[in-house]
């Protein structure tokens, strides 16, 4: 489930906090609108992903494994900005539509992820399930992390630095590690989705990140693949696709 974290105080202070922080650039966030983040250690390890609000103060929409481990990263600095968090009621409702989406945090040719907050769930012939909302992320190859994934991970590894680290907005915790390795790295490794119609076991070439759903008679999850091994790899499983 995801949770919804309270930042109080000073907006412009709070703001302040954030930037200093976070991969993404909250300057560029417009209000009532909704932004891709992470927050990663020193090491340039992601800590957690989320999902941020801008309203009259900032939200941030987490998965509820990763609620304590956000707030505990943030709040030694949150106490010089005058800040603090809470966590609200409330729920979540991610939409995935055909149209672009001023609001959306995804979009391409095909489909728009975006979310909304709501006060109580509204049930209707149209409402997602949750394994409906996981897959739409993974073919957008957007991952949310849990728990078990924390610190594993730079945003390279990822793909998060591609839809959640702003390299060009000055210093945020573990931002020259993420840097270095993004413009002087060897980048050996793909993020990659696989949908497969048969169980596929992990090797030394492949790693899956996360949990791996089973949707509709298919096997879907992330995984970081040498791309050395892409052409062996789609050679071996005819019938697997690779985004």
Known sequence: AIKIISV??????VENLLQGQITSDVTLLGNENYQLSSICNQKGEVMAGF?????????????????????DELSPFAKFFGATFSVEDGFVHGHITQDKNEKAFFSNDIFSLSVSLEKEIHVNDQSLLMNDWVVANKLALNIDLNLNDIGKYRPLE????????AFDKGCFRGQEIIARMKYLGVDR???????????????????????ILRYKDLYIFSSLIKRDFLDEFSSNNPSVVII
């Not at 999902?51 to 707030?71: G, Q, W």
């Not at 990822?158 to 680290?165: C, E, G, L």
């Open 158 to 165: 990822i793909n998060y630095d591609k839809n959640r680290v």
């Open 51 to 71: 999902i941020i609000h801008k309203s009259k103060n900032y939200k941030i929409l987490i998965d509820e494994t990763l609620v304590n481990i956000f707030i």
């Open 8 to 13: 109080h105080g000073d907006i412009d202070k």
């Open 189 to 211: 490794r793909k993020f990659v989705t696989i949908i497969s119609p048969e169980a596929i076991k992990e090797n030394k070439n492949f790693k899956v990140i996360g949990e």
